[in-house]
């Protein structure tokens, strides 16, 4: 079985629409493929593949009210099988440890061919540990300068988190990384291939077991909703960041242009491949599904157990917005010292991030009247 986890640094780059699409091109060429909707607390997957709304999903399993065999439904389409996600259950987007692992357990044991895990946006941990259950996850991104550096940060992580889960807790390259965790602007500015240098000359059979595991890792990028063939240049630029800055090679699956017959499909209920399988997106899923069929099954060593990674993970980029704001200012750094930001694209990177600051403003100056408000009123806060 191929496990490949699909996700993306940010939403909306049309992730599950290359889930959905590609479990059924699998499914026409013989393969028996099994697609799961894992962007809980906001699962729609369904929607895509013309799915009525399920009764039964990963929040009824979480929540003990159905078993983990009654989730897999049969859908219309040749060979694919199809788990909903359940965004109605709270707090389904932060899994305890014992839920992550039951399921990665399940998923483990399915018996298909292929097993297709839409993933959520962003970088949770439950979204990191599912990316890594294969070397062979597809990140999802688009050419624009946000989309880009969110899938780089993805990306950024997932390294950080197999490092650390690579080291063992005491171990002298463990302390070393707990020391650095210390000082956040060193940490963010540090290229991974040196501190992998650093980490070898303090603990070289950890770093050459992590090396191991890198070496083993191919994750493929699919750039999405281009308009313009130069467009396509986007992902080469990502490619030489990978290599140069995490020491990671990315394979390249290739391009899907924007497609009006996406949005038709969608309001028609029906995945693009099935609603117009000659339009210019369909053929594009369908050269990505003939290069997955041709490509080999990879694994990692048979140590690299996700169900025992460690909780108290090293990230890079946190999920509070402050860091998240640094590190991609960082990243840009990055790219305009390789000359991959055009002046023009640093310009546009510069008003989402003003955008996004005001936004966190105003939400602040919301929150400080609803407080004003409720000490006159006589409340305690």
Known sequence: MQIIPVASGKGGVGKSLLSA???????????????????????????????????????????????????????????????????????????????KNSLIKHFIKADVDYLILDL????????LDMFLLSPQGIVVTAPTVTATLNGYLFLKNIVFRMMYNTFKRGSEAYNYLEKLKTDSNTLQRLYIPKLVESL?????????????????????????MIDDP?????????RRSCTQYLGLELEHLGVVYRDVMQDRALASRLPVIVYKPQSIIAQAIYRVAEKILQSETLRFDDEYDI?????????????????D????????????????????????TIKTQQYEINALRAENLLLKKKL????????KV
């Not at 699962?43 to 399993?61: C, R």
């Not at 130069?230 to 990502?238: E, G, N, P, V």
């Not at 704001?325 to 960082?330: D, G």
Request: net charge negative; no cysteine.
């Open 200 to 224: 070898s000359d303090i603990d070289p059979k950890s770093t050459q077991l992590f090396k191991t595991r890198m070496a083993e890792f191919r994750p493929r990028l699919v750039l999405n």
């Open 307 to 323: 169900t025992q990674a460690a909780e108290n993970s090293f990230m890079l980029a946190s999920e509070e917005a402050a860091d």
């Open 325 to 348: 704001y640094q590190a991609k200012l960082n990243y840009v750094e990055d790219l305009m010292g390789t000359g991959a930001l055009t002046p023009g694209e640093l310009a546009e």
């Open 372 to 379: 004003v408000e409720a000490s006159k009123q006589g409340f």
């Open 230 to 238: 130069k467009d396509a240049d986007r992902a080469q630029k990502i």
């Open 21 to 99: 699409n590609l479990a059924i091109a699998l499914g026409q060429a013989g393969k028996r493929v099994l697609l799961v909707d894992l962007d809980l607390g906001a699962s729609n997957l369904h929607l895509v593949i013309g799915q009525m709304s399920p009764k039964a999903g990963i929040g009824t399993f979480l929540t003990g009210q159905t078993q983990f065999e009654d989730l897999i439904t049969p859908t219309e389409y040749k060979n694919v099988s199809f788990i909903a996600g359940d965004s109605e259950v709270p707090g389904l987007t932060s899994l305890k440890v014992s839920q």
């Open 120 to 127: 959520g946006a962003g970088t949770h941990l439950t979204i």
